[in-house]
């Protein structure tokens, strides 16, 4: 029998962590061979949220589950992890300054950073879903020299399958059928989810769209407002769509994205499409022997390149945010 594999869910009593712990629990993260055991990290007020989630996971005699330990102790929590979902974080109250939210986060992600630096195992993966994901990755990845950056992760998986999604109902054809989506930059508003590099059975999908103004004014804020009006109409922000959406994104980052096809994931720049070195922006990425690598050499178009900039600009200014607050 398999080692259990370590994961640690941070937020876990939470909506995304109620939907997340099941399909980990049941073999969807890794695969249906590989063991795993729940490490859940809660404030001391969820704890006991928490331990009710557990007995839950419990009384479903997952065959794959091997163990769950809970507790509010960073430390305790990423000891040995090898899979480290982020996905607790201080949302923006009412009358929250932008500035604040920054400050409240950082003062989240820098202890799990460090954390994760002391006791993670060598092969560790983490994953950041907790808002603002891509900055709240950062922080962490700067608490974690120790670590190589390329571990550390945001999602903008949710946003490429609601484009997914989008397009292939625009088209009249099914998801499979689509390839070579991206969604560049920050998971926010400013996101550019972008058709001009992707396929929709080999013809690029752009031009079997051929229709410029559905792109701009009906794709484009369709996928990056997606999160607003999933609370508008469901009354509570998307949560089994995330949850399945990190999912995807560990089990490709370890299984490997298909030949010919790409995915998008928020990972550490290179300096690639003049995206300045360090953030973690959004990408097109394949993955293969367990690693995310940036797909290179597109051609990027003037709608691109400004959509793309806008996006990273914001990025720019919050991590000089952060850094302004001494977070990193
Ligand atoms: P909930 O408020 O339901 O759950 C968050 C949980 O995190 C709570 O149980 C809270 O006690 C816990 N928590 C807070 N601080 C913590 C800490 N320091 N350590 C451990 N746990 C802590 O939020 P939920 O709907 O589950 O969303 C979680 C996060 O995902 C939010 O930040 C949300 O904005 C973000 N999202 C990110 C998405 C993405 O695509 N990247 C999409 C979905 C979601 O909006």
Request: charged share 20%.
């Amino acid at each position: 029998t398999r080692t259990p594999v370590n994961v640690t869910v941070t937020g876990a009593a939470g909506q995304i962590g109620y939907a997340l712990l099941f399909r980990i629990a049941s073999g969807h993260l890794l695969g249906p061979d590989v063991p795993v055991r729940l490490r859940l990290l809660e404030i001391p007020q969820a704890v006991k949220a928490a331990e009710g989630t557990a007995m839950e996971l419990d009384d479903c005699a997952f065959p794959l589950l091997s163990g769950i330990d809970i507790t509010d102790d960073a430390k305790t929590a990423f000891d040995g992890v090898n899979v480290a979902l982020l996905v607790g974080a201080r949302p923006r109250s009412k009358g929250m300054e932008r500035g604040d939210l920054l400050e409240a986060n950082g003062g989240i992600f820098k202890p799990q950073g460090e954390a994760i630096n002391a006791g993670a195992a060598d092969d560790v993966r983490v994953l950041v879903v907790g808002n603002p994901a891509n900055t709240n990755a950062l922080i962490a990845q700067r608490h974690a020299p120790d670590v190589p950056a390329e571990r550390f992760t945001a999602m903008t998986r949710l946003d490429h399958n609601r484009a997914l999604s989008q397009l292939a109902k625009k088209l009249g054809v099914s998801v499979t059928d689509i390839r070579k989506l991206t969604i560049w930059g920050n998971h926010s508003a400013t996101q550019y989810p972008d058709l001009f590099h992707a396929e929709v059975n080999g013809r690029n999908a752009a031009q079997a769209v051929d229709d410029q103004a559905w792109l701009e004014n009906d794709f484009i804020p369709t996928v990056a407002k997606r999160g607003a009006a999933i609370i508008e109409a469901r009354g509570a922000s998307s949560a089994a769509s995330a949850a399945n959406a990190a999912i995807d994104h560990v089990f490709t980052w370890v299984n490997g994205t298909a030949e010919g096809d790409w995915t998008s994931a928020a990972v550490v720049s290179d300096g690639s499409y003049g995206v300045p070195e360090g953030l973690i922006s959004s990408f097109p990425v394949t993955a293969k022997d367990g690693r995310y690598e940036i797909v290179q050499g597109l051609e990027i178009d003037e709608f691109s390149r400004g959509r793309i900039d806008a996006s990273v600009a914001e990025l720019v200014e919050e991590r000089d945010a952060v850094q302004g607050l001494g977070l990193i």
